[in-house]
């Protein structure tokens, strides 16, 4: 528990500083969706998953062997990162829809998986996991995470990436070899949901394999098609607007599926692309910063 | 002998697409591979690209086997391939685009040359740069497809289907296109459709159907060839 955690906690309620952070794991792990989903353009229905693994590993990890937080949730990451090259391999061969329904088949069987092992306490769950997750750690990676994918995103990787999504023959016509790209997108995907994973199973110390079934996964799916495909800023402004919308209207957790469902049709009328569907984290920047210093808006498009 | 197939069969599970291909392509040269829809022309190109493995046959370029090569050492060796209908990376910049295209050579001055080269031929493709590929006419995606491929300066150029979806105005003019690149010295191999015109500038062609060479000649005779006019040129 950090410094900052509890001098907040004299000014805000600490169920909003929950949320908050629960924003940030899940920035973290809609941004490494947005790597295969919004980048690369695989479609992905498993991604809370990759989070599970990420959880159920940290966890495990720091309950057994007793090693330093940051240290669980790396290990957590890269064990999620991992799975993601075992699914990649065989599941990235498809294309489209029979690659949602593969990570779809993929996450379920993870799930049950997790429910039957003795080591993660099957469906009673894994309890007893000690608090280290701050708001300070959560959000110097969320920051992190950014700038690693803004950076990805912009080098050959990652436009060797962008072209895989906009024509994959084309790409393997340039000598793109497309599988290797993909599954490197998919591992590196799933290892920030993996970190994600870790930095949820030491807030709330209790995992359930319940909590990463297809419902987290296709939320995610949400955050990133909400913002926008392919943009960082569109995949924060998603998460946060779906995050923080069902506590801020003290919505039932009943609804919030069919105010996801309100949310895309609205969206798909009015902003087919999504939110800031292909806006360049960088471009914005430096549109905000250049507006502020002329003092003059400049219209947005 | 620039490039040589060797009885190169292909398949697509059971389906058979190529059947002991062979077919041989000289330095210099423009070769036209005429056939139906279906009869294995873009198939033959894939194979030679290292997109499609062929079941057996052997593919020689410039003296090397590439037959089990990935494709990127293949596109490394020299072999440049402009996809049936164009296929350009619609939300990227006529640059970024071109700058794919120089994807296996890794970038730096060779990449800024054969830009300047490809701008040279391409005037109309230096004016949009910066506009998105997606938002070009049909005839500009196309010599941007070219374009693309040239960035790794190619010995051989693989072309599938140029004409394709083009007003005649512009078909002649990617043809004059091909063959000034040609005159420049790269070598093309030219899948077509439009057998006409492929014809008409080519030096030899190939007749496939289903997957299988039935007829090969210099271009001239083949045009001329009864069998040939009814088929494909709809004499």
């Known amino acids: 528990m950090s410094m900052l955690d509890d001098f907040l906690r004299q000014f805000i309620n600490p169920y909003y500083i929950q949320v908050l952070m629960l924003l940030g794991i899940y920035l973290i792990a809609a941004l490494g969706l947005h790597l295969i989903t919004g980048v690369t353009g695989q479609l992905s229905f498993g991604h809370a998953a990759f989070m599970s693994v990420g959880a159920y590993g940290a966890a495990l990890i720091n309950l057994h062997l007793d090693l330093p937080f940051l240290i669980c949730l790396l290990a957590g990451g890269l064990l999620a990162a991992l799975a993601g090259v075992f699914v990649g391999f065989p599941s990235m061969r498809l294309a489209g829809d029979y690659l949602g329904i593969a990570t779809l088949g993929f996450g379920e069987i993870l799930r049950v998986v997790f429910m039957n092992l003795e080591i993660t306490g099957g469906a009673r769950g894994l309890a007893g996991i000690p608090r280290e997750t701050s708001l300070l750690t959560i959000y110097v990676l969320v920051i992190l995470t950014i700038f690693a994918l803004h950076r990805l995103q912009n080098s050959r990787f990652g436009r060797a990436l962008v072209a895989i999504r906009e024509d994959e023959i084309a790409a393997e016509c340039m000598g793109i070899k497309s599988l290797w790209y993909k599954v490197g997108a998919f591992a590196i995907g799933s290892f920030f949901a993996g970190i994600a994973g870790g930095l949820y199973a030491h807030l709330l110390q209790y995992l359930n394999p319940g909590d990463f079934g297809f419902a987290r996964s296709f939320e995610l799916l949400c955050f990133v098609v909400l913002g926008g495909l392919g943009s960082i800023p569109g995949t924060v402004l998603g998460t946060t607007i779906l995050t923080l919308a069902p506590e801020v209207l003290r919505f039932s957790s009943e609804y919030r599926m069919m105010m996801y469902g309100l949310l895309m049709v609205i969206m798909m009328i009015f902003r087919p692309r999504g939110l800031l569907g292909g806006v360049d984290l960088m471009r914005l920047v430096k549109r905000v910063l250049g507006s502020r210093r002329r003092g003059t808006a400049t219209p947005a498009g | ?235």
């Open chain 2, 1 to 235: 002998m620039l490039l040589q197939l060797e009885g190169i069969s292909v398949h697509y599970g059971a389906i058979e697409a190529l059947n002991d291909l062979s077919l041989t392509v000289e330095k210099g040269e423009i070769v036209a591979l005429i056939g139906a829809n279906g009869a294995g022309k873009s198939t033959t190109l894939w194979t030679i690209s290292g997109l499609v493995r062929p079941r057996k046959g052997r593919i020689i370029f410039d003296g090397k086997e590439i037959t089990r090569m990935p494709p990127n050492r293949i596109v490394s060796l020299g072999i440049g391939h402009v996809p049936e209908g164009r296929r350009v990376f619609a939300t990227m910049t006529v640059q970024e685009n071109l700058e794919m295209g120089a994807y296996v050579t890794k970038g730096g001055a060779a990449m800024r040359e054969a830009m300047r080269r490809v701008f040279n031929r391409f005037p109309r493709l230096e004016e949009r740069k910066n506009q998105l590929a997606g938002t070009l006419s049909g005839g500009e995606q196309q010599m941007l497809a070219i374009g693309r491929a040239l960035m790794s300066r190619p010995k051989l150029l693989l072309m599938d289907e140029p004409s394709m979806g083009l007003a005649p105005m512009l078909v002649r003019e990617i043809f004059a296109i091909i063959k000034e690149l040609n005159e420049q010295g790269t070598t093309i191999l030219l899948v077509e459709q439009n057998a006409h015109m492929a014809l008409s500038i080519a030096r030899r062609g190939y007749v496939l159907e289903t997957g299988s060479i039935t007829l090969s000649g210099p271009a001239s005779e083949l045009a001329g060839n009864p069998e040939v006019r009814r088929a494909y040129l709809g004499a």
